[in-house]
Nanobody, 123 residues
Framework: QVQLVESGGGLVQAGGSLRLSCAASGRTFSRYAMGWFRQAPGKEREFVAAIGWNGVGIYYGDSVKGRFTISRDNAKNTGYLQMNSLKPEDTAVYYC????????????????WGQGTQVTVSS
């Protein structure tokens, strides 16, 4: 089992940047694919980005392509989501997730979830 803790959220103006971190503990982080999802009030959970266990294989949701970058440092047991050119519609709680078996864009593919970090983008 792996435990995930997100950090780095906050309030930023439109056009600004934030970097989210996902610190993993427990079992070896490098064995897991990692994903980022977000959920805004009154909306369904949305896929943001995912990265394979070794950094090979990266996917992005259409709404963040070209603005967000996912990465990981297995030596530090940490994953990252660099968010640039933020828009008010990026406002949401962002969750990182880990999958033991596969890299994917759907929430049910992930076995472990963090508690989430709030990102608010003001216009």
């Amino acid at each position: 089992q792996v435990q995930l803790v997100e950090s780095g959220g906050g309030l930023v103006q439109a056009g600004g940047s934030l970097r989210l971190s996902c610190a993993a503990s427990g079992r070896t982080f490098s064995r897991y694919a990692m994903g980022w999802f977000r959920q805004a009030p009154g909306k369904e959970r949305e896929f943001v980005a995912a990265i394979g266990w070794n950094g090979v294989g990266i996917y992005y949701g259409d709404s963040v392509k070209g603005r967000f970058t996912i990465s990981r440092d297995n030596a530090k047991n940490t994953g990252y989501l660099q968010m640039n050119s933020l828009k008010p519609e990026d406002t949401a709680v962002y969750y990182c997730a880990a999958s033991e078996s596969r890299l994917g864009t759907l929430g049910y593919m992930y076995d472990y979830w963090g508690q989430g970090t709030q990102v608010t983008v003001s216009s």
